[in-house]
């Protein structure tokens, strides 16, 4: 089955720190790929998705490459901000799905980022 | 546009209550979802509904009903609530077909 895996947490970091959350995946086909954040008390946001192979998703200063050759989808900012302290869960849709049908995501376990000031 | 509504926004049953979660979108939107998530297990699917009239069950069904009342609303059934139950539930929604969710804001439930 569809499976995704998450960097264990929590993660700290100073603000202006280069951030790193590593995702890789297990799913047949070309699942599309998105990282989700949530913020304290809220639900889920989508922060950018990519939906092939070599595709860069960006939002917010984020990225994240869907690399196919090692199953990955790594979160990367270069200068993060008090205000990026939130879970962030890397999630798959897969590939093959009828179009009229529901959209099933298989999320990870999330990451917890703290931004310190 | 609200977008995603939950009620109630947190809830304290005893073993064996039964209670009813609600979920409504404004956005027209076709599919509904009903996820828990609990600690280190990130968001597993309970039920889901493609569309007005069906419902499908998702990876952990087991204690829960749901009921696509109309279009607009997708509701969540403990019939009879288990500490195992305790969690944060949350509703999405997304066009037909497309991968795109948009969740609501969570019910944290207690069951004691």
């Known amino acids: 089955g569809n499976s995704v895996t998450q960097m264990e947490g929590p993660v700290t970091l100073s603000e202006e720190a280069f951030l790193t959350i590593n995702c890789t995946y297990t799913?047949?086909?070309?699942?599309?790929l998105f990282w989700y954040v949530q913020y304290p008390g809220e639900g889920l946001q989508l922060l950018l998705k990519?939906?092939?192979?070599?595709d860069k998703g960006s939002n917010k200063g984020f990225e994240a490459t869907y690399r196919k050759e090692t199953t990955s989808f790594h979160l990367e900012k270069g200068s993060v901000q008090v205000s990026d302290s939130a879970v962030y869960f890397c999630?798959?849709?897969?590939?093959?799905?009828?179009?009229?049908?529901?959209?099933?995501?298989?999320f990870g376990s999330g990451t917890q980022l703290t931004v310190l000031p | 546009n609200a977008g995603v509504t939950q009620t109630p926004k947190f809830q304290v049953l005893k073993t064996g209550q039964s209670m009813t979660l609600q979920c409504a979108q404004d956005?027209?939107?076709?599919?509904m979802y009903w996820y828990r998530q609990d600690p280190g297990m990130g968001l597993r699917l309970i039920y889901y509904?493609?569309?007005?009239?069906?419902?499908d069950k998702g990876e952990v069904p087991n204690g829960y009903n749901v009921s696509r009342l109309n279009k607009r609303e997708f509701s969540l059934r403990l019939e009879s609530a288990a500490p195992s139950q305790t969690s944060v539930y949350f509703c999405?929604?997304?066009?037909?077909?497309?991968?795109?969710?948009?969740f609501g804001p969570g019910t944290r439930l207690l069951v004691l």
């Open positions: 999405a929604s997304s066009p037909t077909g497309m991968e795109t969710q948009y």
């Open positions: 799913a047949t086909g070309y699942p599309s």
């Open positions: 990519a939906t092939k192979a070599d």
């Open positions: 999630a798959l849709s897969p590939s093959g799905v009828a179009r009229r049908s529901a959209r099933q995501l298989t």
């Open positions: 956005m027209n939107h076709n599919s």
């Open positions: 509904s493609a569309s007005e009239g069906t419902t």
